[in-house]
């Protein structure tokens, strides 16, 4: 029996190589296209790419319900049916972020430095696509439209996995992608779709020579997995356990905003906040409006022993704390809550539990909010503002690859340029070492 399962996963393996090495050799020839494509044609691309997604509005969202149906018969919870869900709404603005990235300027050919030597060789630094980049990621639809509209305007070819979750929802919309391309001209090879098991991401991410770049994202098991098993360099995005602080100059009425805002928009992304630290000097005095405000928004709140005896005062319903808990991404109406000694204290917290991702303070001393700034090893450090603007497209990006953690190319929100790597230009007229 044994015998029998290692040769069907062997075979699986092989074939899953096959299919890698297939959609790679078709990709490499596909980027030699792209990256020659004027910033005009790319453009056009993207305006075509972007009706036809609008066009084909009720396919998309019929693809969309079935995965949701799956979903919820397999017991799916609502944060993650959330990030699946594409409504008519939903893919009109995926639709507008790719004419946001046609609207931006071309980052292939860009002079990054130059100079002349003292021999007269001219040097330029410029731009250049990646050439072809994976892509493997888990249910939320739209980073496929995005995948595939930043690859193209920064010259790549992009080989996509999503994950099962959004497996018709991904279909329906890379078949409408590839159709748009071709009928302009360029090679749909641009972008192509795996559907295999995990078998197809282990040979994803092991084909060097014929892929460039493999970005994941997700949850920190596929990150991890990726990074662990590639032999191909990986960008990291990371998860998003991300704190407000209220520090005790903060604005009452701002930090009352800026927390609710940055936990119940949309608390199902990266970006949403897990955990709210207060200092301890406006604890008794704050918290109680923010836990008015939180419950109201349906939030359960999981508070440390400084902060249960304020939501006990106050009657705000709660359950302790663990450690695990500010150690959790909820995705969710879930929010961890401790009150902290003062800003060093804070600090501390978000070095032991932070994901690098984002982190906020609220405070009126610019001394406090310099030292926060400085001191929180971040992706993002924000200041007076809801952690939910770290993302490509607030950030003017018109969308984004993913949001980087760690610190090597790329780091916090990537989009076109972030997907370029560059090259050394050297002209001269015959000069000889």
């Known amino acids: 029996m044994t015998s029998t399962i290692d040769h069907l996963q062997s075979g699986a393996a092989s074939d899953s190589a096959e299919r890698v090495h297939h959609a790679g050799r078709a990709a490499r020839v596909a980027a030699k296209q792209l990256a020659v494509l004027t910033r005009a044609d790319k453009d056009a691309a993207l305006?075509?790419?972007?009706?036809?997604?609008?066009?084909?509005?009720?396919?998309?969202?019929?693809?969309?319900?079935?995965?949701?149906?799956?979903?919820?018969?397999?017991?799916?919870?609502?944060?993650?049916?959330?990030?699946?869900?594409?409504?008519?709404?939903?893919v009109a603005s995926i639709a507008d972020a790719l004419r946001q990235l046609a609207a931006l300027p071309d980052p292939v050919g860009d002079v990054v430095r130059g100079s002349t030597l003292a021999n007269g060789l001219q040097l330029r630094q410029v731009r250049v696509p990646m050439g072809v980049v994976g892509m493997v990621y888990e249910s939320r639809p739209n980073v496929t439209v995005d995948a595939a509209g930043l690859g193209l305007k920064s010259g790549n070819a992009m080989i996509l996995r999503g994950g099962s979750a959004a497996a018709e929802t991904n279909r329906v919309i890379v078949e409408v992608l590839r159709d748009a391309l071709s009928h302009q001209g360029i090679s749909p090879d641009a972008?192509?779709?795996?559907?295999?098991?995990?078998?197809?991401?282990?040979?994803?991410?092991?084909?060097?020579?014929?892929?460039?770049?493999?970005?994941?994202?997700?949850?920190?098991?596929?990150?991890?997995?990726?990074?662990?098993?590639?032999?191909?360099?990986?960008?990291?995005?990371?998860?998003?356990?991300?704190?407000?602080?209220?520090?005790?100059?903060?604005?009452?009425?701002?930090?009352?905003?800026?927390?609710?805002?940055?936990?119940?928009?949309?608390?199902?992304?990266?970006?949403?906040?897990e955990?709210?630290?207060?200092?301890?000097?406006?604890?008794?005095?704050?918290?109680?409006?923010?836990?008015?405000?939180?419950?109201?928004?349906q939030v359960t709140l999981h508070a440390d022993d400084r902060a249960s005896q304020v939501a006990e005062r106050v009657g705000a319903p709660y359950v302790p704390a663990t450690e695990e808990d500010f150690a959790t991404e909820y995705l969710d109406l879930q929010l961890s809550v401790a009150v902290v000694d003062d800003l060093a204290a804070a600090i501390a917290h978000i070095d032991r539990f932070g994901s690098g991702h984002t982190e906020v303070i609220v405070t009126q001393d610019r001394s406090a909010a310099r030292k926060f700034v400085a001191e929180v090893d971040a992706a993002v450090v924000a200041v007076n503002a809801s952690s939910r603007f770290t993302d490509g497209g607030e950030f003017g990006f018109?969308?984004?690859?993913?949001?980087?953690?760690?610190?090597?190319h790329a780091r916090g929100p990537m989009g076109l340029q972030e997907l370029t790597s560059t090259k050394w230009v050297v002209e001269g007229d015959g000069q000889i070492r």
């Open 47 to 90: 305006a075509a790419l972007a009706d036809a997604l609008v066009a084909a509005t009720a396919s998309i969202v019929a693809a969309n319900e079935s995965d949701l149906a799956r979903g919820r018969g397999s017991g799916m919870p609502e944060g993650l049916q959330d990030r699946l869900r594409l409504t008519p709404e939903r």
């Open 191 to 273: 972008v192509q779709l795996l559907d295999g098991g995990h078998e197809d991401v282990d040979a994803l991410i092991t084909a060097r020579g014929l892929v460039d770049l493999v970005i994941p994202r997700g949850s920190d098991r596929l990150i991890q997995a990726v990074v662990q098993g590639a032999t191909v360099p990986v960008i990291e995005t990371g998860v998003g356990n991300c704190h407000v602080y209220i520090d005790a100059a903060a604005d009452p009425q701002q930090a009352v905003a800026i927390a609710l805002n940055s936990k119940t928009d949309r608390p199902s992304v990266c970006n949403a906040a």
């Open 275 to 297: 955990s709210l630290l207060v200092h301890r000097d406006i604890a008794d005095s704050i918290l109680p409006v923010l836990y008015d405000a939180l419950t109201a928004a």
């Open 398 to 408: 018109g969308a984004e690859i993913g949001i980087s953690t760690q610190k090597l």
